[in-house]
C-alpha cells in the first residue's frame, strides 16, 4: 500500500478519524467503535474496523497524527495511543471551516462537520453562513419547472437543507424540536 502525499486531499472517513483525535488521544480500537454503524459517528459516516486502521495508517504516514504511548488492551496485547499532530490540528480546523462543496454531500461531509467542531469546540458560525449562501444559490440556479424529477429532487432537497442550516444556525438544541 503506497501513501498519499501531504498534500493530497483526505477521505471522508479520515477526516472522521482525524477529528476524533483532535478532541483527545486515542488508540485504533476506540475510534473504530464511534465509526461502527451505531457509533456516535457511525450514524454519520461509518467504517469496518480495517479501514479505520487503514486511514490511520495513512493519516501517519502523512504526518497528520503519531503514536504517544500505549495501553494494557482488554482481551490481548497492547494498544497504541495515538494523538493528532499540530500540522494534523492545523488541517482538521481548515477542513472543518470550509463550506462543503456539493449539495450531494451534505447528508454526510456536512453533518460530520457539524458533529465534530461541537466536539472539538470549534467555531464553525461564519461556516454555516457560507454553507447556507452556498445551497440558497443553489437553490436559486434550479429550474423549477421542468418536469424532470432530478430537478425536482434537488431542489426539494436544497429547500429541505436550507431549513435545517437555518434551525442549526438559529440555535436550536434539537433540531426535532419545532
Known amino acids: 500500500m503506497m501513501a498519499r502525499s501531504r498534500s493530497d486531499p483526505l477521505l ?8 476524533v483525535l483532535y478532541a483527545g488521544p486515542s488508540h485504533g480500537f476506540a475510534i473504530a467503535g464511534e ?4 457509533g456516535e459517528l457511525g450514524r454519520i459516516w461509518s467504517m ?7 486511514a490511520l495508517d495513512q493519516l501517519s504516514a502523512a504526518g497528520l497524527i503519531h503514536s504517544v504511548g500505549e495501553e494494557p488492551g482488554i482481551a490481548g496485547g497492547n494498544r497504541t495511543v495515538l494523538a493528532i499532530t499540530r500540522s ?27 458533529v465534530l467542531a461541537e466536539r472539538c469546540s470549534i467555531d464553525i458560525a461564519e461556516m454555516l453562513e ?5 445551497v440558497a444559490a443553489a437553490a436559486a440556479a ?37
Open 130 to 134: 457560507q454553507q447556507r449562501h452556498r
Open 142 to 178: 434550479f429550474d423549477h419547472n421542468t418536469g424532470d424529477v432530478v430537478d425536482l429532487w434537488r431542489t426539494e432537497f436544497a429547500y429541505g437543507a436550507l431549513a435545517f442550516l437555518d434551525r442549526v444556525i438559529d440555535g436550536a438544541d434539537d433540531p426535532t424540536v419545532s
Open 35 to 38: 465509526l461502527k454503524p451505531d
Open 88 to 114: 494534523g490540528r492545523s488541517r482538521f480546523r481548515d477542513w472543518v471551516t470550509t463550506p462543503v462543496e456539493h449539495l450531494r454531500d451534505l447528508r454526510s461531509e456536512l453533518l460530520l462537520k457539524i
Open 12 to 19: 471522508l472517513g479520515e477526516w472522521a478519524c482525524l477529528g
Open 48 to 54: 469496518s474496523r480495517a479501514l479505520t486502521y487503514r
